[in-house]
């Protein structure tokens, strides 16, 4: 009987617990997958991390979402929703001539991830991180969660979209955030911009103070692009602009494009000094550089730079225990963010090449151990516990943040947060850190002599080296050596003494170091 050997394959666990990260934004929404191993990955929608948040309803009574969406609203615009999240507080959406509850269309969007999150892993996924809007008061948290549960999403858990941004800081080797420091986190997306300060603590990151500004973010940066397009239209064009900017419904599907074009130039414009931009109804190519952008673009940066300063101002946070300022979504990817936000803080801001992918990917770090960092001083703890009991309110209207719902994570409870107006004391310029002088150790006496010393013996030698190269060299001198009549002769009268004083400063040098050694 022969023995059969089948050879060994090369073992391959299954991967399973795959965890799922949700930012569902304005415009766009991204999601990340975290394997067991702790690596992770965007979902691709089409080859994009973005997914579209726009939602289309369709005759038939489907809902359309991404690139569907968007596509099939190019031929019926009133059909879609660009920006549910931004009307979650508007209970219905009249789409064509239906009204859909504002849940049905987050979740439309919610259940695209999920499923595209089950196709990649190969696993059914129950429960997912989903991020919001920190100064959310529960009524909008309630919403957020009940769309979840409709695209499948039993028990989702909910994080504030600082804290996750916070999360991703942390996590950057070259970023150190000790406990009891704080980080401010600039989001500016596509229709808001939020800024919020948050602590680190043992447990994680708690917000201290919040603010936001519901009339400013990108899509008022394509504004911008489309404002400087009017000016030319208004007088070349007067009708086509009219039915561009005012037109009647038959004419929106040509201002959506136009909007699609000013979003690209401005994108553009963030890498290039000018870009043009394709105008509908004329089929005409305009140019708009970087430099007209910039100028008519600075009052709305200005305006979140303000924003800024107010939300430091109010965490009540020493500047010495900030450990940097973050900047966070698509838009804040325009060089002139950066450029005003440092100018006006003071601060120099941290931004990656992709910061829209931010916080979906910080909702699924956990924060881990701290790096230890000097205490924070008692006079600011009871100044930040002054500042929490403020009542919280933002320019769009927004409750004051209630007490944490058991379903957040990573949140510590705060009596009633921070509003739209929190700063660091003196964020302008930060003072130079002069370390403090060491006390000099007494020195120990050694072998070794002192450098003054070794100078005085090094000249000496020197000196008496001179005297006896001349002696030695001259002939007149030479051949009467070891003579009586060597003195006589006159180069023995200039090098002898020569010789003499050479010795005499070494012997004064070596007295003088002799004398110091006593004396320590």
């Known amino acids: 009987m022969s ?19 949700i930012d569902y934004g304005t415009s766009n929404t991204v999601a990340m997958l975290a394997s067991s ?79 595209e999150a089950e196709r990649v892993t190969g696993e059914p996924l129950s429960t997912a991180t989903v991020t919001y809007p920190a100064q959310w008061a529960m009524t909008r948290r309630d919403l957020l969660v009940e769309a979840a549960g409709r695209a499948g999403l039993s028990s989702p858990v909910l994080l504030p979209e600082p804290v996750a941004s916070a999360r991703y800081f942390a996590s950057l080797e070259s970023a ?50 489309t404002g400087l397009l009017g000016a030319v239209l208004s007088e070349t064009d007067p009708e086509a602009w009219r039915r561009l900017s005012v037109g009647d419904a038959d004419d929106l599907r040509y201002r959506r494009a136009l909007w699609g074009e000013a979003k690209d130039a401005k994108e553009s414009l963030s890498r290039l000094s000018s870009a043009y931009v394709r105008v509908p109804i004329l089929d005409r190519d305009l140019l708009v550089s970087r430099e007209q952008f910039e100028s008519a673009a600075r009052p709305l940066i200005e305006q979140t730079a303000q924003l800024v300063k107010q939300v430091m101002t109010r ?19 325009v060089p002139l963010v950066a450029t005003v936000i440092h100018q006006t803080t003071g601060i120099a801001p941290t931004i990656l090449d992709q910061p829209e992918l931010v916080v979906a990917e910080g909702c699924l770090i956990d924060t881990g151990t701290p790096v230890p960092a000097e205490p924070v001083k008692p006079e600011t703890r009871a100044n930040i516990g002054t500042a929490g009991r403020r009542e919280a309110r933002s ?69 008496m080296g001179l005297g006896c190269a001349g002696l030695l060299t001259s002939p007149s001198v030479y051949g009467t050596f070891g003579t009586q009549e060597a003195f006589k002769n006159p180069m023995a009268n200039v090098f002898g003494p020569i010789m003499l004083v050479g010795l005499a400063v070494l012997f004064v040098g070596i007295f003088k170091e002799d004398k110091k050694k006593k004396k320590k």
């Open 37 to 115: 191993d702790g690596r992770r990955r965007p979902l691709l929608f089409n080859g994009s991390p973005l997914l579209s948040s726009m939602v289309y309803a369709d005759v038939d009574g489907r809902l359309l979402t991404g690139t569907d969406a968007v596509r099939a609203a190019r031929s019926h615009p009133a059909r879609a929703e660009p920006s549910p999240k931004a009307r979650i507080a508007d209970g219905e959406i009249r789409l064509g001539d239906e009204d859909l509850p504002v849940t049905a269309l987050i979740a439309a969007t919610l259940r695209t991830v999920v499923r």
């Open 395 to 463: 320019d769009r209207g927004a409750a004051r943040l209630p007490a944490v719902d058991p379903r957040l994570a990573g949140v510590r409870e705060i009596a009633e947060p921070e509003t739209l107006k929190p700063t660091v004391p003196k964020p302008a310029v930060s003072k130079p850190t002069v370390p403090k002088p060491r006390a000099a150790e007494p020195s120990q006496p050694s072998g070794k002599t002192s450098k003054g010393a070794d100078r005085i013996i090094w000249i000496s030698l020197a000196i």
């Open 176 to 225: 150190q955030v000790g406990d009891g420091q704080s980080l401010v986190v600039y989001d500016l997306g596509a229709g808001t911009c939020d800024v919020a300060v948050v602590r680190r603590d043992g447990s994680g990151f708690e917000p201290l103070a919040i603010g936001g500004l519901g009339d400013v973010g990108g899509s008022d940066l394509d504004s911008v692009v």
């Open 315 to 333: 965490s009540v946070v020493a500047q010495s225990q900030v450990a940097g300022l973050f900047l966070v979504g698509g838009a804040s990817r």
């Open 3 to 21: 023995l059969v050997v089948f050879p060994l394959l090369p073992y391959h666990p299954v991967m399973t617990g795959f965890r799922l990260g």
